[in-house]
């Protein structure tokens, strides 16, 4: 694993704060090891809000927070934290950040916390902070624990956005709905929720009410796999 | 009629894992064979029958405004869920290893898991956006469980015989779980339109 590898290295020689190690950090869960196509991790929570790009978005920045500072924290704590009792420690680290999240989502826009509802507080149990925290911060320095953080979040949100993206333009036809820049793409109505047969400038589309059911997004993904497979030989399964 | 009412509802209508996506770690990781599908979904319905009605006392006599502290205290739920998660994950091993060691061995590291199944803090999570009272907490409890533990028997028992088919190979494994959670969801969206209150005789 590349993993072990930045462990031996570290501490070895003065590291630069932003070299190539470090930039590997952010990309390689971009592609090579992506939170979700390739370490099954965090599907979890996630996948219900997907029906639209912005709460997707919302979502992604919330998760990309608490990843990545849940991840600086436990890094810090690390040496100080009894092998037996980590779970504990770790989950009371990740639920005061989830709550700080949740506090700050209710006060700065209600109805997107209101239509994200439980699963905010579910990033708690996204086995992507978790699963970080035990493979990556509990033994590496608290930069680097940072910018893996950040890195799974962005791969995470990534996968979420390019869902979010598919199911909304093919689902309700618009684009943004929900927030301040919402527009018609190709659907009947810019308003995806007043949806009437008045015809626009693009509402030539017939709204495909399979994108917008859960099943979609579980598709979506299997084919996100697939393609991503098909690219990259070396993460094919082979059991 | 309540009780089963929320029961039917949440182990088939609004199933976790093929309508809310909860617990789909643990669903796609545990199930390649359907012998440690079968004991997981069991623990599952234990921890979830028992962890939800617990968290709803805490949340109705300490957390709430008329609660013990007599404040709004509802911030810290996600904290104290998680710890009596834990907590109770903890005592559900000790007490299958004592009274059970066969069961204790099957699951093995399955069981300490459980703690970090989306399932089991979004049940609880759920019970208080929905406002539900202490008997259907339990109803939504068991019925959640019961269909988590029905959904992973079934894709165990699929992808187990999925292995003798010729898929492609850049799909194998995790991408061809994804699709057939995806099927397997559309089947179960076929019983939305079941209400059970008619079924029951209710109104």
């Known amino acids: ?83 037996q009792v980590r779970m504990i420690v770790q989950l009371v680290i990740i639920a005061s950040l989830v709550t700080l999240v949740e506090l700050t989502l209710k006060y700065l826009n209600y109805p997107i916390y209101k239509q994200l509802s ?7 149990t996204n086995c992507i902070v978790m699963g970080r925290l035990e493979a990556f911060s509990m033994a590496n320095k608290p930069w680097r624990s940072f910018l893996d953080g950040i890195g799974n979040g962005l791969g995470y949100g ?50 495909n009410n399979l994108m917008v059911m859960s099943a979609a997004a579980m598709f979506i993904i299997g084919v996100l796999i697939w393609i991503q497979r098909s690219w990259n030989k070396k993460l094919v399964d082979v059991s | 009629m309540e009780f089963i009412n929320i029961f039917i509802k949440s182990a088939f209508i609004e199933n976790m894992v093929l309508a809310y996506f909860l617990g789909m770690c643990s669903y796609l990781a545990v199930s390649k064979s359907l012998k440690t599908a079968f004991g997981l979904g069991l623990a599952v319905i234990f921890v979830l029958g028992f962890t939800m009605p617990i968290n709803w006392l805490i949340h109705e006599f300490l957390l709430s405004e008329n609660g013990l502290f007599g404040m709004d205290l509802t911030f810290l739920k996600f904290i104290l869920f998680i710890a009596v998660i834990a907590s109770m994950v903890q005592l559900v091993e000790m007490v299958v290893e004592k009274f059970s060691p066969a069961l204790y061995a099957a699951l093995g590291i399955f ?5 970090v199944n989306c399932a089991i803090l979004g049940g609880s999570l759920f019970m208080i956006t929905r406002e539900y009272n202490f008997s259907e907490t339990i109803a939504f409890g068991l019925g959640g469980g019961f269909g988590w533990f029905l ?53």
């Open chain 1, 158 to 207: 990534a996968i979420l956005i390019i869902v979010g993206l598919l199911r909304e333009i093919f689902g309700k036809g618009s684009l943004f709905a929900g927030s301040g820049i919402a527009m018609n793409i190709i659907g009947p109505s810019p308003d995806y929720w007043i949806n009437t047969n008045e015809s626009f400038l693009f509402g030539w589309y017939t709204n």
């Open chain 2, 111 to 115: 069981l300490p898991l459980i703690t």
């Open chain 1, 118 to 124: 439980v699963y905010i507080g579910l990033i708690i």
């Open chain 1, 1 to 83: 694993m590349a993993e072990t590898a930045t462990v031996k290295e570290a501490g070895k020689t003065k590291e630069p704060l932003f070299g190539k190690k470090e930039k590997a950090l952010i990309t390689d869960p971009l592609n090579d090891n992506n939170p979700i196509t390739v370490q099954v991790l965090g599907v979890c929570s996630a996948l219900a809000v997907t029906s639209l790009v912005y709460p997707s978005i919302v979502m992604a920045i919330a998760v990309i927070f608490v990843t990545s500072f849940s991840s600086l924290f436990t890094s810090m704590l690390r040496n100080y934290i009894p092998k």
């Open chain 2, 151 to 203: 959904a992973i028997v079934a894709i165990a028992a699929i992808r187990e015989k999925i292995q003798y088919s010729n898929v492609p190979p850049a799909l194998r494994g995790l991408g061809m779980a994804f699709i057939l959670t995806g099927l397997m969801g559309l089947a179960f969206m076929s019983l939305m339109g079941i209400d059970p209150a008619l079924l029951a005789g209710g109104q």
